[in-house]
């Protein structure tokens, strides 16, 4: 299989609200549209980590592991934002865990599930992060036409991630992406920053998207025929081919490619066989298997 564009920027179905993508389906379909990698970034959490990792490598796809996170600046407190984080390896791998567990711990806010933007100063070794395009701090900024914000919360990314931080474009439809790519491409000129395509992808074919509303109709509340709803999302947010992604990005075609770089930098095993026990006090005279075996003779 051929790696001209990979998806670094996806919903699995554990992400209940917003996503009707199965993983198996997923992989299925990854390999029939000739991509050879796919990421999941599910929605502040790592649920299906185990379970992709084994349908992808089951089927020859590479397995990348991320998450789609909702972060809290503290001089920002009331407006929440998001930022993509994939693992390039066994530390990033570690670090997002923990900062994924941290937020279930200490982050809980109006029914987010937050981390906080200093937990990543601490913890951002072995992450490449997105800036979630129109959803990050830098796109609410750049919808409240205050391009000065924008700025400085590129300018703290660039900090915290180095060379690891790419400006997320998007073409699906929505509001706005077009004014948001155009100041990006000048940012990026400017900053020396990488572009990166994604389709915030949260079904696998065009004609589930009625399926997808009704999920997050029933998730939030609302009807399909209620005028009130929230609609966040477009017919367009499906598994694009490679082919597809890479004529709707045709005129940007390093964003394309750095979908493939940052694919190939990211490369994470999981040592599935290998049992994991918490490691549990022993008194000095005994070594862990005898001490068991005299506590199971009492």
């Known amino acids: 299989m051929s790696n001209r564009f990979v998806h670094l920027h996806l919903h699995s179905e554990y992400s209940l609200q917003d996503s009707t993508v199965r993983l198996k389906p997923l992989i299925g379909k990854v390999r029939e549209r000739d991509m050879g990698a796919v990421a999941l970034t599910d929605l502040n959490n790592m649920f299906a980590v185990v379970k992709h990792f084994k349908a992808a490598t089951a089927m020859g796809v590479k397995p990348i592991f991320g998450a789609d996170v909702w972060i809290r600046h503290p001089q920002r407190k009331e407006q929440l934002s998001r930022l993509v984080l994939l693992c390039q390896n066994e530390q990033g791998y570690l670090n997002l865990k923990k900062l994924v567990s941290r937020a279930y711990q200490e982050g809980q806010s109006a ?99 009625e399926a997808h509303e009704v999920r997050v109709c029933i998730c939030t509340g609302f009807t399909l025929e209620d005028e009130r709803r929230p609609r966040l999302f477009s017919e367009q947010q499906y598994l694009r081919s490679a082919d597809e992604m890479v004529e709707l990005f045709a005129d940007i075609p390093e964003a394309i490619a750095n979908s493939v770089a940052i694919a190939n930098a990211c490369n994470l095993q999981l040592d599935l066989d290998q049992p994991c026990l918490p490691e549990y006090p022993v008194p000095e005279e005994h070594t862990t298997n005898s001490y068991l075996r005299h506590v199971s003779e009492q």
């Open 111 to 209: 029914e987010r599930t937050t981390v906080q933007i200093d937990w990543l100063r601490e913890a951002s070794e072995g992450l490449i992060a997105l800036s979630a395009c129109l959803d990050g701090d830098i796109g609410l900024a750049l919808r409240a036409q205050n391009s000065e914000l924008a700025e400085s919360c590129l300018l703290e990314w660039l900090l915290i991630f180095e060379n690891r931080f790419f400006l997320e474009l998007q073409r699906t439809g929505r509001p706005r992406e077009e004014a948001y790519i155009a100041q990006a491409l000048a940012w990026s000129e400017t900053f020396q920053i990488p572009v990166v395509a994604t389709n915030d992808v949260r079904f696998i074919n065009a004609e589930d998207f």
